[in-house]
Every structure is written in C-alpha cells, then in structure tokens.
C-alpha cells in the first residue's frame, strides 16, 4: 500500500507548484497531509498485475523491428498479397515477445521484492501518544520516531533527544559519503530536554520552516518555532536517510522529508533505459533495409507492370487473375507480396540470437572462476543481459575511491623517531627485505591491552620502547594524547576506539600496542597506561585541525606538574616551526619521509615543546578571551595558536598505509595501456585522494605538472582551468572545437562532440567539489572543464556530492560521445552508476545499494580489467563477427530471390522449397551462428591481458559500423549473383545420364538452395578463428540434418500422407544423384569464397592488426604458463602526503566539553565479523607488454 500510495500522490503532486519552502507541524498529521508531503514509501517498479501485459506489450511494439513483424503479420492475413503462410511470422513473433515479456517480468518481480524488502522495515513511531511499531512506507512528515544503536535512520529527521550526554548521537555515513569513520550530530538543548518521556514527545507542538527537498548532503538551513521563540537549524541537527545509528542507545528524530524527497533519494539519479551501440546502429540499419526493401520491392512492381503490360495475357493459365481486377490492382497486390517474399531481409530470428548471444556472454561472466572472490564468497554477477558488448568499446571510467580503490584500512607501517627509522626489514648488507605473510611478527603479549589484529615486523622498536628510550616514549606518549578519538571498553580489558577518522584511529591502536594505552577520557584530563601503570594527564586546551592549520596540538600537565605541548601535522607545517637545533634531525627525518612517500604511504611529523607556567596562565587568559569574542574569534584564535606553536622540538614522523584493494596499481596499468583514461570521483577530501592517485601510479613524479583546481568563485575557476589549458597546449584557441552532427533513429539526435586537442607531456588535474559545482553551473566554464580535464591523463575530483559525480559522467557522454563506465561500492556511487553507459557495483563495506543498481558486480576492482580486456573485449568481437555474417547470409537468401524474380515474370514466386524457408533461419543455420556468436575468439584470456591494446577496436567502433554493413551488403550482393547464375547455366538444357530431363523448377531450386547453404557454412568456418567441438557439431551437424530432412521431405511416403505439404516429392533424388549437380555446388562454392580468402590474405599480409599480430605470436610462442608476478617499481618521490585526517574542524571542542561523555555501560560488540576459513585469494599481475 506504500508504493500505491506513494505513486498515487506523484500523480497528485504533477499538478503542484514547485515547493520552495516546507512546514513541518510535530504530532499533526493533518496539518501536514494538507501540503501532500510524499510519505516514506519508496517504489522502484514499473507494472502491475492489471498493467503489466498491455504496459509491456507497449513497450515491446515500440521497437521498430517487432513493429514491423507485427505489419508483415496483417499482410500475411490477406490472401491477395501473402506469398506465405501467416504461421511463418506469427510463431516467431509471439515466440519472442513471450521471452521478452517473462525476462520483463522476472526484472519487476525483483524490483517489487527489493521495494517491499525496504518499505516493509519497522521503526517505532509516536502514534497517539503511544510508541507503536509501525512499518517504514506508513511514516509521514511531521512524525516523531525512535531510532536505537545500528538501526538505519528511516527518513531525513530533526534531531530531538538522545541518551548521550551533550544530546549527541553518533552516525555511520557510509552509504551517504562512503565514509565508514563515524560522524558525530548534537541536538538542540530546547529539545533535548524531551528526553525519551513518551508523555513531552507527544506534546511537543514545534513547527519546522526549511528549505524544500534538494539533493545537497552537506547544507540544511531551516528554523524551529518552540513556544515563540525562534532558533536556528543547521546540517549538524539532521539525520538523513542512509545512515546508521552506532554507539547510541537510542534517539529520537521528527520527520522532515520522507521518501522519494530524502536527500539519499534525491541524489540517487533517474533510472535510465540503457541501450547499447550496437542496438542503436541497428535501429539505423532496419531503417536502411527498410529503404533498400522498398527499392528492390518496386523495382521488380515495375518488372511486374511491365511483364503484365506485355506478357501478362499469355500466362493467364499460370498466373490466374481474379475477376474483375485491374493491372493496376495486380500490381498492388504484387508490391506487398514481394515485401513479404524478401522480408528475410530483416528475419526475427535476429533479435532472438541477439539476445541469446547476450545472455550466453552473461553467463560466461557469471561462470568465471577468476572473478569470484574466495575470502569473501562472492563470484562476479552480470546483473543485466543487455549491455555485454558494450564492455568492449570503454573508453572512460568514474571510480569512487574508498572501498573501490582502496579497503578503507588505515595500518601503521612505519615510523621515524630520532632520525632512526623503524618499520622495514633489512639484510646484512643494508638491503631492504620483502614483508610476506610469512614475516615473523613482532610479539605484543608482553601487553595485555594490545589489540590482536595490530601487525608489526620490526622488533628494534619494541626493544627501544621497553629499554624506556625516552625519545620512543615521547613518540608513542604524543600519539595517545594528541587526538580526538574516544575509547570505549565494552568489556574489561576490551578496548575499542571510535574515531572520526581512520588515521587517527591506526596511530592511537600502534601507541596502544607499544605500551602506551588510552585508556579514558574527560573534559579535564587524559587516561593512559604506561607500562601497566595508570598515568592521569590533566588536558589544559586543544588546538583543533583545520584545512589552513593541517596540523593539531594538545596542551597537557603530566602528574609531575610539567607542561608540554604535543603537535602533529603535516610535515611542511611542521617543520616550518622548529627549533634551530633541530636542523640535523629535520634533514635525517626528511630522508625517511621521502622514503615512506616514495611507498605512497601517508606521512605526519611530530613534535613537542615545553612550556612555562606563568606563560601558560597569561596565555589562556588570551585564549579565554578570544573565544568568546563575538568579533574576528577565528583570527584571534589562529594567531594564538601560531604563536604557541613556534620553536618546537621534532621527534620524529609516522607512516600510515591507506591499504590499496589488492590489484589495483596493476589493474590501472592495464586499463591504461588500453587507452582507457580513468577519473576519480570521490568525497573524500583532497590529501586523501591526492595520496591514493600516487599510491595506484595513477599520479607520478615524472608528470609535467600536476593542476589543482580549488578557487572560489567562478571567474577564478576559469582563470585556473585556462591557466592550465595553455600550459599543456599553449597553441590552443579559446572557444572549443565542437562538431556538430546528427544520430540515432531518422537522424533526430543532435549531438556535438568536442574535438580532441594535442598535447605534449603528461599532465594530472585536481579539483575539488566547490570549484566543480561553479564550473558545472555555467555551459562555458563546463566546456572548459571538460577540455582541460580531456588533455590530462588523470582526473581526480575530491569533496563531490553524488549527484556531481552523475554531473561529471554526463558532461563526458554528452560532449566526447564515448562509452562510460562507472564503478563504485556505496550508495553515494549510485546515481554515477545510473547515468553511465555501464554501472559496475562492488560489493564491499558500504552496503548494497551500488551492487543492486548496478549491471555488473563483483568483489575486487581487480577484476575490472578481465570483465573489460577479457569478457568485453570477446563479446564485442563475438557481436560484431555474428552480425556481420547474419547479415551476410539473409541477405544472400534474399537477393537470390531477386535474381529469380526476372525468370518468373517478377510474379513473387518463391524460389526455395517452403519447408527450407521455414528451416532456414531456425535449423539449418541457426545452430551454427549460435557456436559463431558464443565461442568465437581470436586469443584466449591471457593473450588478451597481455596486450590491452587489442582492446582499441572496440573503442574506435571498427569491427562493425555503416561502413562494415555496406561490405557486408555487397559481398552478400556479388554471393547471391554467383549463386544464382552458376547454377542456372550448369543447369541449363542438362539431362541425366538416362536421357531425362533434370532442368525442371524444383530440381534447380534444389540444387540452389543447396549451393546456398553450403556457401554459407563455408562462410561460417572462415569467420571463425576458434574452434570447439561443439562448433564442429553445429556446423557438420547442420549440414547432416538438412540433407537428411531433405531426402525424408521428399519422399513417396510424406507425399502420401500429405501431398499438398510436400510439393518436391522425388526431387532431391532426381537432382542430387547426378554428378553434375556436385559438380556445380563444388564449383559455386570455390568462386563464391576464393575472393574472401585472396583480400583476406592481401590485407593480412599487407595491412595486420593488432589482433592478426598476437594471433601470429601466440603460433610462435604457446603461452603455457601464466606469466610471472613481478611488482611494481618503487616509486621514489620527494612529495609527501599532508595532514592524513579526514574528519572536520570542530570536535577538538566537542571532546574538551562538559557532558560530552557517557555513563560506563556494557554493550554488546557492534562491529563484530564471522571470519570464514577461505583461503587468500592473490591479486592478478601480469607481464610487462613489449611490442
């Protein structure tokens, strides 16, 4: 009833005027039913019981080809102009709109499952005054709910209360943003006083005035009217749809969007229908054969008129005409008789194959071993059976970044402290050793706290920390101390961290393991443990991170009254504000950070100092003063901070590695050297991605220059990307190169297409979310993007919201005309996997949204290069060969019709046997283009990822295109001329051996449609490159069973039992027994293919593809093995990753707050995983590619 409901109020609301603000009255439904608010169901679907069949049979009939098998079906209904039986269509007709229809079916039922799955979800709602459980499609705006730890937050909410001190509630926005590190919201200290009094929630009367539904995450701006006063309402008091409730007992939210208006929903993109090139060149193409069909139609009306004119009267016997029927009548009726006779033109077994072909490549994604994941159980999943080909013509791919490049694991690899490095393994002679899974590791069971699934190798800094080194234990000191993160221990000695951000979360748990536990949390102090003992900090101030500062300091007393300032940045922040003593140390630590950056792993330099009382005490009595200034606070504040932060003392650097998905540097590699260019859509903010792009050598040293985008107005935007533009091509005119055509079915598509410019060098650009918005907001700024972006060969966009990310991949389908795929794991990817030609979903962390709205999913990014370079690239080539030969053959039937049409007075008999008319398409060759379309390769997997190059073709649209239909077209022409004309003349005034006569119709079209399916079938085994022994049974095969239903069909015994079904009694025997009739298939097959196999061995001699070249290499060398993993080279760069946090500015004060910290109460664990016993699957590397 939701989804009804929810439908019913769109058609409603098509009528509305545009919301521009929403009012939102707590506990009154009725006022708010008034407004016609959508309520919280959701629906996907698009039929029903009642509307399903004539929906779909709609549908269906608006393709042009079932339209026009529907028009030769009422032709066919008239018995003045059918050369056939109705039968002949309307069998293979219903045939396929049944398959259609089921396939159809099935789709909704899933979408009705998926939908009712969602709506069917219980939350409890305040109903009556009463908490009653009620389901998520009954919620309505206005209402107040009860969400609990790890529920889904049901709609877009004000936050009310919760039972966290402060009114704060802790959020996992993975779905939202595909971060997994937790966010903190606050509510209102008016409402939080409602507390969880089911008695004051019901009587709470405040109205709600915000802005109306929109799709941006990160911005609410509304107002709350409680007992007339009036107060403000920001992003930091609303719970959207799409988050999960961690770490909260409970909490309690009132309505404010529900339903398609969350801004998830919103930003989640419109469902397109998508079609493939090849379906939309096919289109165009029945339109072409529809023009020829008609030409070749009057031509042989105009043979007909004139036959008549003349002859006509003579052959009355043979022709007979009805009573009072004029020429002109006879010609009409002639017209529409050779329509039917030549409609094989364009047989319905087409799309049948089609889509057979389809769902065959679907399968094989489907059945691969070496795309199924064993750690995590999942196997790749072709989720739609319509767009395989479309694999093998990529030329752009959006990828998310967390959880789809990388595994959002954050691990401590590395450390510098006092100019000693720590971390990596060396030998006797100082060379670096490689870390396996076999490593020994360094033992922590010393530590009763350590966590157990911390990993270290390197035991000299154990022994440093336990030998009480006081440069190691400052180090380890300053990483329990200097953070925002917030411990709990949900059983004694059972510690967990809560972070805002992942890397924090990594050096907390390293300082945890190396003796130095953080234990508790106040406003006023800090717990560790320090070698077993307790040691109370007391925390004098926090200097919080921002995007200008990149760095964060606390201000401690240790129990001995000593003040120290503990700091912690980015390395240039950092030592920009050191102490001249600490220049050795400063250029020794440089070397090790040049090293760590050089592993792309992500670097923070530490630092210390100690402070004087008395200046301490002057200092926050500034700091006090700044902060409540109602004037300049934020300067005020930084230029305390700066001058506190000055003369520190350095002790050392960390390393963390933002662990990559296994196969990811490689797989780019191999993207890239197929000339597909990748882009990386991320909301992460900028260092994060910046350090990623150098970790998957996706951004390199070596480039020319790297460009960062990041202005604040427009103008300043297009000064930065034309600035950009100039250096890459200084020769490049202002206004873009934009050519402008016409597509798709009747040329009605106008479409324009932004030439490729020149560039020398290799470039990477950057640009954040901000500037891509004003660059997306005006047509020339995006024209400008879009041309500066297309000159770089990495494109990386930090902060983006969804719906940018589906901006971006439009700006691309819209203005370079290329095939797009896009690739994500989290529902913040969904509306880019929707707007892309293809939408490939990766079942990860983030949940399932991206896999269900997905076309294809699997488990790794890895397994993007054998879905495109393997699977794409043969169903493409497998698509073109089929189409290429089917066209070729039906044609070839056809037009020997046509030849015949001047020896029958253009009277539309039929040449060929109806019985091989009816077989033709659906036995004697139907089998043989199904092996053709499903095992057809040129080389096998591992040839084609060792030359992504043979994937050009498919990019360039070579194998099949007008061009390509046009050859196809004229050979079947010169085929049909030979086979025809080689046969009449053999045949001419031929007698048998007895003397008799062999020159009679049937006996000729006998032996012409045995030339035709022998010609054919020879075509078929020179277009294929790989045989298998069920390719070798449907060719043979074929053959066997034409021959043999020939001879049964034309036997006494059938013509007995029906006579008027099986006109060519004796004629097989009377033909086929005569050496001369062999003597002719012989002949007209050599003629017939001898051309192909000369022009083929021209061009492979003197024009060879890439495909011809490794077909030519793997005959000279058997690739037996697979090829050796090797690694990448180390990359040594002398850039460095900034401030590795990813969390905002802010919770220094929330941390330093009254209230902020909950009571102690035991929980159940809620991050907890089953580990199942799969072994490791190792990631796909493969040789380095030399021509």
Known sequence: MGCASTHFARLLNRGKQEETE?????????????HRYANNGIKTSKYNIVTFLPLNLMEQFFRLANAYFLFLLILQLIPEVSALDWYTTAIPLIFVLAVTSVKDANDDINRHKNDNEVNSRTVNALVDGQLQEVEWSNVQVGDIIKLESNHFVTADLLLLSTSEPLNLVYVETAELDGETNLKVKQALTVTGELGDDFDRLAAFQGEVRCEPPNNRLDKFQGTLNLDDQMVALDNDKILLRGCTVRNTEWCYGLVLFAGPDTKLMQNSGKTTFKRTRVDELMNILVLLIFGVLAVLCAILTVGNFLWEESDGEAFTVFLPRLADTSLSLVVFYNFWSHVILLNMLVPISLYICVEFTRLCNSFFIDWDRKMYHVKSNTPAQARTTTLSEELGQIEYIFSDKTGTLTQNIMTFKCCSIAGTAYGELLDFNGHRLEITENTKRVDFSWNKLADPTFVFHDDRLVEAVRAEQQEAQAFFRLLALCHTVMPEEKTEGKLSYQAQSPDEGALVTAARNFGFVFRYRTPESITLMEAGQKVVYELLAVLDFNNV????????????????????????????????????????????????????????ALAYKDLDEDYMVEWRRRHHEASVSM?????????????IERDLLLLGA???????????????????????????LTGDKQETAENIGYSCNMLRDEMDDIFIVA???????????????KKMSPGSSDEPKVSRSRSGLLWLKATQTVEEEKVDGQYGLIINGHSLALALAEPELELELLRTACMCQTVICCRVTPLQKAQVVQLVKKYKQAVTLAIGDGANDVSMIKAAHIGVGISGQEGMQAVLSSDFSFAQFRYLQRLLLVHGRSSYLRMCVFLRY??????????????????????????????????????????????????????NDRWSLLYPQLYGPGQKNILFNKKVFLRCVLHSCFTSLLLFFIPWAAMQDTVRGDGKDIADYQSFAMLEQTCLLVVVSLQLCLDTNYWTAVSQFFVWGSLTAY???????DSKDIYFVMNSGFPFVGSAGNSLNQPNAWLTILLTAFLCILPVVALRSVYLLLWPTV???????TREKTLLTPPPQRSLPKRYSTRRSSYAFSHSKGYGDLVTSQKFFRAKRSRPSLFSQDQAAFAQNQPQTYSTIIE
């Open 22 to 34: 929403r009012l939102v009255r707590a506990n009154d439904r009725t006022f708010n039913l008034s």
């Open 549 to 604: 500062r990149k760095r964060m300091s606390v201000i401690v007393r240790n129990p001995k009254g000593q003040l120290r300032l503990y700091c912690k940045g980015a390395d240039s922040i950092i030592f920009e504000r050191l102490h001249p003593s600490c220049q050795q140390l400063n250029k020794v630590t440089t070397g090790h950070l040049n090293e760590y950056a050089g592993d792309g792993l992500r670097t923070l």
């Open 631 to 643: 004037e300049e606070r934020e300067e005020k504040l930084d230029k305390l901070y700066e001058e």
């Open 1107 to 1113: 495909s011809d070249k490794v077909r030519l290499k």
């Open 654 to 680: 960390t390393a963390v590695e933002d662990k990559l998905q296994d196969g990811v540097p490689q797989t780019i590699e191999q993207l890239a050297k197929a000339d597909i260019k990748i882009w990386v």
């Open 1043 to 1049: 021959f043999a239903v020939t001879f049964t069909m």
């Open 886 to 939: 089917f066209f070729y053959k039906n044609f070839t039937f056809t037009m020997v019709h046509f030849w015949y049409a001047f020896f029958c007075g253009f009277s539309a008999q039929s040449l060929y046997d109806d019985w091989f008319i009816t077989m033709y398409n659906t036995a004697y060759t139907a089998l043989p283009v199904i092996g053709l379309s499903i095992f057809n390769q040129d080389v």
């Open 711 to 725: 202005a604040s107005t427009s103008e300043d935007v297009g000064e930065e990307l034309r600035k950009a533009r």
